[in-house]
């Protein structure tokens, strides 16, 4: 049997290009046109110029590769417990996120731009026209089409090119441990290193040199300082609130940090005078009389919970519909939440403002946070 009637003979005895026309004649493509890039007879100015365009490739392949490098070490190293805007290392801090987004970023972008510069470099422009079949594959056809795909890969000229085949499989192997890392680093790193300092015990309503936490209400306006007092809402209403202290008073930064922490919102309720409530163990002075204050952050995936109807007593977190029974200390009544919103202890200070009397005593937010080893 010859090549052009390849149907006859046993493909396992075949060879690779000898199966991979088999494979388009069984599959009934007819390749009408196919050009190498780079001809085996180039000149030698085109050979240096196809060198230039194989380092360009790999430059970027290796570029890749240090970015994934650079993300894993930033990631693993880097000190990202929160500082306040005051404290020193607050800029180190806040370069946190965008080193790592730009790292892994430039990693993802120059792995593909070094595949994108590979593909049209590289590749043999190649025309092909296949006719539709259905039905099953055999057996030949799948071995063809293994027979295929090998040829494909030595179309792109890899084994060919070991510079680019290097820094390629270096990159790509790069890439994929900075993914594994994003993946499982967050399961690996321990939340309650630095005991009662962790950052998922801390949040802005810690007192900070004994300087008083207010509850200050939400304006819009940022520099509008607008500190809570009981007659200031009315029984059955809601308002949310975020800590304040005199020191951040005319400081844009501090009051932006105060707002924009993640668990800092917190919902002050009033309830209607005897409302029946039932308080957990430890926690019965929390409140100051009709007033409660809970956390905002869903502990189940840390939306805002703050749907809240007064009827009912009832604040529903509209991601998943969980519903927490203010009455019952927020706990959790319906939907995939099932830790209570964390309480804030409160109380009304000399001048007649609400403040904090404290730091949360549990972890706010989703409940992964509160599983602990024992
Ligand atoms: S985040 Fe609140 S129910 Fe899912």
Known sequence: M???SPGERDPRSMSHQQLARLADHLEDVEVVAKTPQWPTSAS??????????EWTVALW????????????????????EYVRPSEDGYTYYALYTPVIGGTFGLAVLSLGIGLILHIKKFFPDELAVQQRHDGPSEETTRLTTAAKLAEIGEDTSIPRRPLIKRAMLTAAGLFGAATGVLLIGGFVRNPWAGGSQAALWVTGWKPVNGETV???????????????RPEDMQPGSMMTVFPFRESDRGEKELLLAAERASDAPVMLIRLRPGTHVTKRPGQEDFNYGDYYAFSKVCTHLGC???????QNHISLCPCHQSEFLITASAKPVFGPATRPLPQLPITVNAEGYFVARGDFVEPVGPGFWSMRKS
């Not at 207010?214 to 809570?228: F, K, M, N, S």
């Not at 805002?304 to 007064?310: E, I, K, L, N």
């Open 214 to 228: 207010y509850l200050r209400a939400q304006t819009g306006v940022l520099g509008d300082i607008e500190r809570v």
């Open 61 to 80: 392949f290796v570029l890749s590769a240090l970015s994934a490098v650079a993300f894993v070490v930033t990631y693993s190293i880097w000190p990202d």
């Open 304 to 310: 805002p919970a703050s749907q809240y109807d007064s």
């Open 44 to 53: 030698s100015a085109e050979r240096r110029t196809e060198k230039r365009a």
């Open 2 to 4: 010859t090549e052009d």
